[in-house]
């Protein structure tokens, strides 16, 4: 069909508009390439250039990493994240597989109502967990009041505890996929076999979901190894890299020495993300064309058990944030609870106007942010020029940067006196280009599935009809692609409300925001002020994520008509 019409146009009328296509082409390829040098790989060379330097900007190579290794104090930090980060990994990937399975493989009532509670978590930065266990678990706990018993929450107990609440989402998210793609013949052929349950998970179910199990734990292991807010709160004398990369930049000023932690950092975080690549590139298909769906089942006493299981899981998730909401309803928590909105009425860290900023900024992400991470997966997926390689790779980096890593590059390319993007310093500007980058990688990825999706013959019959390749991405892509794009752009403001660790070196007074205000209210000793900051953000992030779902709706009854009916 396209050779077919590319015979109808006059062939003097083709050369001078592909060479003008491949033009523009090439112009908008370099304008993603300087973004992604600009904003991505620069920084990061900043901070390991920054790391072989001493205070006073004279190289001295790995003498920094040595006196990183040789101070206990410090280097106890390595050996804490990493332990915390293996067993949050562990708890989370168990309690989420059995809690995923139940939702998936059960006829289990209330499935609606266990998966809305198990994505709570999503709505809510860190600092929000850390601060629900220390109301209940603290040195004056109501937990602790009410027994007397006092179990320690700060330390590794109380991160490794926090990072449970806050990974678990993730984790169901991409175990339920996993558990949801099952082919009942494999099921039938067991039993046939006379295998019972037991061997049957063994052989049929866990082969099944290997590769999610793999990725889960990956996601949940970088999550908590570069994760800030809950450490902060909850780690009381036990460092973490995270946290000693604060320590040393905002609490000693040795920007040297927070570079040198932060490339340690990288090291854990980028292994994870190229083993998980390693891993997926691996998978193949589990359901073919002749498959048939698993239908839920499970006996009377199953279903009771997981039912049991799911209602404590939803009810320890949903009792954090009452106790958070509470918290800021009352007096003073635990010893006056006399109903009160006192701490509604902010008087330190900005208040409003970083909730306001906060706003301001996720919104400004997600437009921006779809904008650039689509538009660029369509210029590496359908450009197929000999860039497109190296921007698909530096496209991937970004999810392996944490964002403490990140917000220190920003500070030492961004703040460098006479630098032409010092005028970005302490602007809400730099906050969503941080926003940006940091969750980039993600709907970058998602574009570029959405756009393997379309057929290439759809570009090849408007060029071969003379239309620009602009018109026809507008026209045909966008409007296919407009459920995914949806989809980018509601990961990317949820993200932008919650996030914290990035942005707590780059708030400057009057562009303050919502979960950094947290941050500052908590270092302050107004704990019910933060609570209400995060019943606020959560309530913001549930009525977006109500708003995203009936436009995602509406936009797929719209533009995916051509699919036919559903179901």
Not at 190 to 206: K, W
Not at 321 to 329: D, E, I, K, M
Not at 356 to 366: C, I
Request: some cysteine; overall charge positive; hydrophobic content about 55%.
């Amino acid at each position: 069909m396209a050779r077919d019409l590319a015979r109808m146009i006059p062939e003097r009328v083709v050369p001078r508009r592909l060479d003008a296509e491949h033009v523009v082409r090439w112009v908008f390829l370099a304008l993603f390439a300087a973004f992604l040098w600009i904003f991505v790989l620069y920084p990061m060379l900043q901070v390991l250039w920054r790391s072989l330097l001493d205070n006073d900007g004279r190289v001295v190579g790995l003498a920094n990493y040595l006196r990183y290794v040789r101070t206990p104090a410090i280097a106890a930090s390595i050996t804490n994240s990493l332990v915390v980060s293996a067993a949050a990994m562990v708890l989370t990937v168990v309690l989420a597989f059995v809690y995923a399975y139940a939702l998936t493989r059960v006829r289990l009532p209330g499935r609606a109502v266990f998966r809305v509670a198990a994505m709570l978590p999503l709505f809510a930065p860190s600092l929000v967990h850390g601060f629900a266990l220390v109301y209940l678990f603290g040195n004056n706990g109501i937990v602790t009041r009410q027994t007397g018993l006092n179990v320690g929450i700060y330390g590794v107990k109380g991160i490794v505890l926090a990072e449970v609440l806050y990974c678990f989402p993730h984790a169901v998210l991409i175990l339920t996929t996993a558990l949801a793609a099952a082919d009942a013949r494999l099921y039938d052929a067991a039993a046939a076999l006379g295998a019972g349950r037991l061997r049957t998970f063994l052989t049929v179910t866990l082969p099944g979901v290997k590769y999610g199990l793999m990725s889960a734990c990956f996601v949940v292991f970088t999550t908590v190894i570069t994760d800030f807010g809950a450490p902060k709160v909850l780690g009381g004398k036990t460092s973490v890299m995270a946290t000693e990369i604060y320590n040393q930049v905002i609490g000693q000023q040795n920007f040297t020495m927070g570079a040198t932690v932060s490339v340690v950092l990288l090291v854990p975080a980028l292994l994870a993300v190229v083993v998980d690549r390693l891993v997926q590139r691996r998978q193949y298909a589990l359901i073919s064309s002749s498959a048939r769906p698993l239908a839920p089942g499970g006996g009377p006493l199953t279903r009771c058990g997981l039912f049991l299981y799911c209602a404590l899981i939803a009810a320890a998730i949903t009792g954090v944030y009452v106790v958070v909401l509470a918290t800021s309803l009352v007096s003073r928590w635990p010893y006056d609870l006399t109903l009160t909105l006192k701490h509604y009425r902010f008087d330190t860290a900005g208040g409003y106007t970083a909730l306001l900023n906060s706003l301001e900024t996720a919104t400004l992400t997600a437009l921006v942010g779809t904008a650039i991470a689509f538009a660029g997966a369509y210029l590496v997926e359908k450009g197929r020029t000999v860039a497109s390689g190296p921007l698909y790779m530096v496209s991937l980096l970004p999810v392996s940067i944490p964002g403490m890593v990140l917000g220190l590059a920003y500070i030492f390319v961004f703040n460098a006196p006479g630098s032409p993007l010092n005028a970005l310093y302490g602007t809400l500007t730099i906050l969503v280009i941080s926003n940006l980058v940091h969750y980039f990688t993600v709907p970058f990825l998602t574009a570029t599935a959405a756009l393997k999706q379309m057929d290439a013959e759809f570009e090849h019959v408007g060029a071969s009809m003379g239309v620009p390749f602009y018109r026809t991405f507008w026209r045909v892509t966008v409007p296919m692609a407009l459920p995914s794009i949806v989809g980018i752009s509601m990961y990317f403001f949820l993200n932008a409300m919650v996030t914290l660790s990035a942005a707590v070196f780059l708030v400057a007074p009057g562009t303050e925001l919502a979960a950094v205000a947290m941050l500052l209210m908590d270092d302050a000793g107004d704990t019910a002020q933060a609570a209400a900051m995060s019943v606020l953000i959560v309530a913001i992030g549930l009525v977006v994520r109500l708003v995203y779902g009936a436009l995602l709706r509406g936009v797929t009854r719209r533009t995916q008509a051509w699919r036919g009916p559903a179901g």
